[in-house]
């Protein structure tokens, strides 16, 4: 489970070959112990839960890297290693 990003204390996961659960591309985000599935399309949550302030910065995040994201969903279901993606400053 490759950590993609990280800011403001949340840590950014995607799973290799993680499209049976959900189905469709998403990212696992993570904060205190919190974790929640956000779907790469548009950004909303599909499972789990993270206190507001920091859904909000994922939302954000999700929007700002849209495409970069969909390129390591493609890499990820493939078995392939994923590249970083810049955080929030």
């Known amino acids: 489970m490759p950590t993609i990003s990280m800011f403001f204390g949340i840590i950014i996961r995607m799973?290799?070959?993680d499209n049976q659960q959900h189905d469709l591309p998403?990212?696992?985000?993570e904060y205190q112990g919190e974790v929640a599935v956000f779907a790469i399309e548009d950004g909303r949550?599909?499972?789990?839960?993270?206190?507001?302030?920091?859904?909000?910065?994922?939302e954000a995040w999700i929007e700002i890297h849209r495409d970069?994201?969909?390129?390591?969903w493609q890499l990820a279901v493939s078995g392939e290693t994923v590249f970083k993606?810049?955080?929030?400053?």
Do not use: C, T
Not at 85 to 89: A, F, N, P, S
């Open 15 to 17: 799973f290799y070959r």
């Open 26 to 29: 998403h990212i696992h985000a």
């Open 45 to 58: 949550i599909l499972d789990g839960s993270l206190p507001s302030p920091k859904r909000k910065l994922v």
């Open 68 to 72: 970069d994201l969909f390129a390591d």
């Open 85 to 89: 993606i810049r955080g929030l400053e």
